[in-house]
């Protein structure tokens, strides 16, 4: 596939740059404690894509996001994993001030929500969860409309739907209806939506959800070209293998807060330890050693036909047979959440 | 400590144009349908009124019935050409289609969103309000200057129906909700408008709701302007049109604000 290749100075060149025109002359501020502290929280903006504190949000009785702090540092892939109801899609959705928190602070790309909105989602690309594809629309009209949307100059839109033809893999279906297309190439052409503008931030609400196996792959080649090429991407997924690949740093969220954050393989190490021992057998053997282990102050967890016994390093010896293997994100995950992954 | 804002403005053209856009795209696809019925339906209007009806009833207010019906109908085609797109379209568009999170996921807001759906709709209405005018031409009804204002009549009109028809599809739970709407009161706004008998026939309580009606006002206006018989009392027709365009339009925005935003 060629065609998916993209560099650096495509997305982040293409339409000028997408910064903000006063980050250039800070001088222009006056007093010099005044340029200082500009300065400082330009350095501030620049460093953190995201930033929030303290937010909550409340549905009714429920508080779906309870008092979240996040800081998602420019030009990494940041996935935000946790089990369905913990917060992750009210938390985009804030993101994109498509909800506006009750209490704490919000900022994208600099910008205090819910004020500075608008102008962060000029600067930012959005991949929606659920496909909300204009059906009647074709491939291309489809980006062109959002090429307006998204402020794209006049002279510059053609090329831009293009480059964003090209990124998806979708130059040959360009005049193809979208209720035409397979899953597989409307989830890319969400993606190539978002991309139009050449955003520096992107943010992908459970990509590959309901993908077949081949298409996720696909996807994940994408994402992985967008991360390389500078961009920050934020993701939100419960696929554990999804955010083990692509995430440079991993958050768990558990009833709308942050239980774990740090590199895939630290929070495992925090989380799960080294190694997992995984035991087979039949059900009433299974049970005698999930009865065993408590005794002895193992934690363990039910995975399919198995029971994993956790930090299996520290066993020596006393340990039922089974089947070593490395820890895992998923074994932090269920130590952390308490739940089990689909 | 503010962020670098170079702030945005609210009702960006160049958002009320990208969502418009998409808007035109479409219309590309389903303009031979509309133009069809918008044409269509003022015939059928004139053959059954102004035929079967005029054979009784020669003039109505010194004027001849066909040219009577022939401008109030203007009015009707209006009123449906702006309040089922406002009522149907924002539904399917927001329920179910769910155009509408895509596009306030981008830089478009609900106020503008919603002002570029009404101003497309009323630029519509106001154009296809004139079908019925170049028909009842066919049975009779002569040109005159003064029609070249009906379009912006109609577009205001429009603007205050389109969004009333926004309001409804914000406050339903279910799209069959709508058909107590049509029932209750489009049809009642649409038949006690002027637009077949003129409201001075009606008992006087009666004859005050139509006057509220802002389809009466829409109605008087298009028809002294095709019949040149403006003056200063269609003054106070425009201003009732305009008042009733602004309002439904800000309830609208604010409705919708309130539902598309958690």
Known sequence: MPALRFGTATLLGAHGSCQSPRAASPGAAGSTSQTLSYTRAMAAAETHAISLRGVVKRFGPVTAVDGLDLEVPAGTCFGLLGPNGAGKSTTMRMLTGQARADAGEIRVLGHLLPGGSKQARIEMGVVPQLDNLDVELTTRQTLAVFARIYRVPGRERRDAVDRALQIANLTNRAETKVSELSGGMRRRLLIARGLIHAPRLVLLDEPTVGLDPQVRQELWGLIDRLRASGVTVLMSTHYIEEAERLADTVAVMSHGRIVALGKPEQVVRAEAGEQALEVYGPPDHLESVVRDAAEAGWRTRRSGPAVVIMRAELLDGKAPDGVRRPANLEDAFVMLTGEEIE | ?262
Not at chain 2, 1 to 10: E, F, I, K, L, S
Not at chain 2, 11 to 40: C, H, N, Q
Not at chain 2, 113 to 129: K, Q
Not at chain 2, 160 to 175: Q, R, Y
């Open chain 2, 1 to 262: 400590m503010t962020a670098p804002a170079h702030r945005v403005r609210r009702l960006e053209p160049a958002a009320l144009a990208g969502v418009m856009s998409r808007d035109i795209v479409l219309f590309g696809r389903y303009w031979k349908a509309t133009t069809f019925s918008s044409v269509v339906q003022p015939t059928i209007y004139l053959l059954a009124f102004g035929l079967g009806f005029g054979s009784l009833v020669s003039h109505v207010e010194h004027v001849r019935y066909v040219e009577y019906v022939g401008t109030g109908v203007v009015a009707t085609a209006v009123l449906f050409s702006s309040a089922f797109p406002g009522m149907f379209n924002t539904f399917i568009r927001w329920k179910f289609q769910r155009t509408y999170d895509a596009m306030l996921a981008a830089p478009v807001d609900v106020e503008e969103l919603i002002t570029a759906e009404v101003l497309w709709i009323s630029v519509r209405a106001g154009v296809y309000g004139v079908a019925p005018l170049i028909v009842a031409m066919a049975f009779g009804l002569s040109p005159s200057p003064g029609m070249l204002l009906v379009p912006f009549v109609g577009f205001v009109t429009g603007i205050g129906f389109a969004s009333f028809g926004v309001l409804v599809a914000a406050i339903a739970k279910t799209i069959d909700n709508f058909n107590y709407v049509t029932s209750a009161v489009l049809t009642p706004l649409f038949l006690v408008a002027g637009t077949f008998f003129p409201i001075t026939t009606l008992p006087q309580g009666v004859r005050y709701v139509a006057e509220a009606n802002p389809l009466y006002h829409c109605v008087a206006l298009v028809r002294d302007c095709s019949l040149g018989n403006l003056s200063a009392g269609d003054l106070s027709h425009a201003g009732v049109l305009i008042l009733f365009a602004v309002l439904m339009w800000r309830i609208a925005v604010w409705q919708m604000e309130q539902k598309l935003i958690d």
